[in-house]
Antibody, heavy 119, light 108 residues
C-alpha cells in the first residue's frame, strides 16, 4: 500500500526540541521530493519545509528557518524534521507530503502527528 | 513572496447547486496551481493540479480553470460528501510554497 506514516509528535515545553519521522512505503521514495506541512488547531495549511529527492535542495518557511532541519534517508525510506527552540505558535498537526519532482504539489499525505508546545 | 487569496472564506449552498471558489495570486503563476479538499477531521487530498487537471479518482463534478493570477474551482452539482474546506496552493517555482486561506463549504 502506498502510504506515509508520521511519528514523533507530543507535548514539549517552549524552547524544547522534538524530532518527527515519516516512514514511506509502497513507492520509490528516492524518486520524490518530500515535504512537511503543518496545520495549527482550527487554522489553514502552512508549508514548513521541502527536500529534493537526493537532498541537494532544501527549503524552509521563514517562520521556522534556523530552528528546524529537514533531512531524509533514502536507504530507510524515511523523512525527518528536527525541531529546536520550539514556540507555542509551532503547535500544530505536522503532515508529511510527497511531491513528484520537478513540481511541488502534494499528491500523497500522511495522517499527521500532533505537536503541542506548552508549559 | 507571492500571496494567495481565496474567496469567499465560507459558503453555504444547497445540494445540486453550482459552487465556485476563487483563488487570486499576488503575481502571475502561469498555471502552477493546485486545489486540495480537506474534509472535517481528515487529511488534505489533492483534487486538481496544473490549474485544471483532475487528479485520478476525483469526481468529474469538480473542475478548475484560470491562468496567471486568477483561478477558480467549480463544483458543478454540490453533493453532501463535498462538505469540506478547500485550499489552493501555488507551485510556480521552487519553494516557498504558499496555500490560500481556505474556503469552507457547507450544505444549506
Amino acid at each position: 500500500e502506498v502510504q506515509l506514516v508520521e511519528s514523533g509528535g507530543g507535548l514539549v515545553k517552549p524552547g524544547g526540541s522534538l524530532r518527527l519521522s515519516c516512514a514511506a512505503s509502497g513507492f520509490t521514495f528516492s524518486s520524490y521530493s518530500m515535504n512537511w506541512v503543518r496545520q495549527a488547531p482550527g487554522k489553514g495549511l502552512e508549508w514548513v519545509s521541502s527536500i529534493s529527492s537526493s537532498s541537494s535542495y532544501i527549503y524552509y518557511a521563514d517562520s521556522v528557518k534556523g530552528r528546524f532541519t529537514i533531512s531524509r534517508d533514502n536507504a530507510k525510506n524515511s523523512l525527518y524534521l528536527q525541531m529546536n527552540s520550539l514556540r507555542a505558535e509551532d503547535t500544530a498537526v505536522y503532515y508529511c507530503a510527497r511531491a513528484e519532482s520537478p513540481v511541488w504539489y502534494f499528491d500523497l499525505w500522511g495522517r499527521g502527528t500532533l505537536v503541542t508546545v506548552s508549559s | 513572496d507571492i500571496q494567495m487569496t481565496q474567496s469567499p472564506s465560507s459558503l453555504s449552498a444547497s445540494v445540486g447547486d453550482r459552487v465556485t471558489i476563487t483563488c487570486r495570486a499576488s503575481q502571475g503563476i502561469s498555471n502552477y496551481l493546485a486545489w486540495y479538499q480537506q474534509k472535517p477531521g481528515k487529511v488534505p487530498k489533492l483534487l486538481i493540479y496544473a490549474a485544471s487537471t483532475l487528479q485520478s479518482g476525483v469526481p468529474s463534478r469538480f473542475s478548475g480553470s484560470g491562468s496567471g493570477t486568477d483561478f477558480t474551482l467549480t463544483i458543478s452539482s454540490l453533493q453532501p460528501e463535498d462538505v469540506a474546506t478547500y485550499y489552493c496552493q501555488k507551485y510556480n517555482s521552487a519553494p516557498p510554497l504558499t496555500f490560500g486561506g481556505g474556503t469552507k463549504v457547507e450544505i444549506k
